[in-house]
C-alpha cells in the first residue's frame, strides 16, 4: 500500500524546482492570491525556522516581524500557488529548527552570515 502512495506521489504531483535553503536562511517566497476573478503576486520575506517532512508533505516554517509582532507562515513545498523563492542572505545556524528564535529580539535575533 505504501509503494502505490509513493508511485502516485512520484507521478501526478506537480513537482517544482526551487533553490536549496535550510534553517537560518533569509528567504523571500513569491505566491499567487486569487481574490474572486483576479490574482495577483504576493512575497513573503522572513527566516527559515524549519523544515519538516519529505516528498510531497514537506513544508517550510518562515518568520519575520511585521512591526512588533511576530509572524509566522507554514508553506508546503509542492503547492502549485507558489511561484518562485529567492534566497536574500544564508544563515549559519547550528540546529535544524530555530524555535529558540521565536524569544529572541533586537540584537540577539541576528543571525551570522555565511559569505560565498
Known amino acids: 500500500m505504501e509503494s502505490l502512495l509513493k508511485f502516485v506521489e512520484n507521478e501526478f504531483v506537480p513537482k517544482n524546482e526551487f533553490p536549496e535553503f535550510s534553517a537560518g536562511d533569509t528567504i523571500t517566497v513569491y ?20 523544515r ?5 508533505t514537506e513544508t517550510f516554517t518562515i518568520r519575520k516581524m511585521s512591526g512588533t509582532v511576530g509572524v509566522e507562515r507554514i508553506f508546503p513545498i509542492h503547492m502549485p500557488a507558489l511561484q518562485k523563492i ?14 529558540y528564535f521565536r524569544g529572541l529580539t533586537g540584537k540577539k535575533a541576528r543571525i551570522k552570515e555565511i559569505r560565498s
Open 31 to 50: 505566491y499567487e492570491i486569487k481574490e474572486g476573478e483576479k490574482t495577483r503576486t504576493q512575497f513573503f520575506r522572513g527566516v527559515v525556522i524549519q
Open 52 to 56: 519538516r517532512g519529505s516528498g510531497t
Open 86 to 99: 529567492e534566497i536574500n542572505k544564508k544563515g549559519k545556524v547550528r540546529r535544524a529548527r530555530i524555535f
